[in-house]
């Protein structure tokens, strides 16, 4: 047996390299390594296990919305040849990873991120997710900062939020090492450094050789799994074009990153999470203000602490 465990980031890292250089379309861990086995599996006795939760993809997106790029015709081409290899399909409806809350707001995520997903005549049905789970723990905060830049050369605003969070899980009412929590950031190319140093600087203070609180991009724990995480995430331009609608007629339509991420990040926590959203711009992203609206509205499972710029 050969099990494949988070199939869908296979997609997302062959789906970025190849917009960023076609020679990755050769180089397809579907079509090099899972679709031989899988051709011969009545002869070689070899039964494949695929695991992946379909929403748990950061540019899936790009490629269902937007897949004009003929190497992502490719992927998709691949993925879909793989598909038609599948004897049976389970589907699992209740998330039992993370409380009630987390379960719940996952699920209002899920939504809006479908609901981009079916954005034009392009189709991929994705599993219905039931809300919630029968453990209860503290509600999910989000911090909305407007601003993250640094004053007068000094830390973001968003690195004394962290700092805060941090007092509070190290404090008397948690019982917490600091392997039991983990950091999770994501950024653009241009702000991701900081981040990490800014990030980095904060956690110093609690870090010990023996005991450190883990530092680790959202892209890189989509199996990873923490009792608490706090989220640093800024909001991000992932792509814009025109799609064509189910009544034929054309859309321009750009999103951000906040929503793919946020799903990814608030997945990895079991019982306590909050997320750190900066330089978020209302009225950029129509998929994110949406689900923002959403969540404020949803009190019964989170907190949403707006943080206005100086």
Known sequence: HVFVDDYRLFLDVTRINAIRDSSWIERDVIYEAILPVVKKSTTNNTSIWILCDVAQSYSGVIATVFGSNQGLQKISAHHAELRRYFVEVKLFTVNLRNTFEISAILSIIRFHYETL?????????????????????????????????????KCPAWADTLNSELEKLKGPSFCLKNTDIAVVFSADIDRMQHTVFTAASVLERWNTPDDRIKIVATVLCMSAEWPAVIYVCRSFFMGYGTVTKPDNSMEMIEFSSTIP????????????????????????????????????????????????GE
Request: include cysteine; aromatic fraction near 10%; proline fraction near 6%.
């Open 261 to 308: 991420s946020l799903y990814i990040a608030l997945s990895r926590a079991r019982v306590y999470c909050s997320v750190i959203l900066f330089d978020y711009i209302p009225n950029t992203c129509q998929y994110t203000d949406r689900l923002l609206q959403e969540l404020k509205q949803r009190n019964d499972v989170c907190r949403i602490v707006e943080v206005k």
């Open 117 to 153: 997903y079916l954005t034009g005549n392009k189709k991929e049905a994705w599993p219905q997710q039931k809300e919630g789970h029968f453990l209860r723990g503290p509600k999910p905060i989000i911090y909305l900062l407007t601003d993250g830049k640094c004053p007068d050369g």
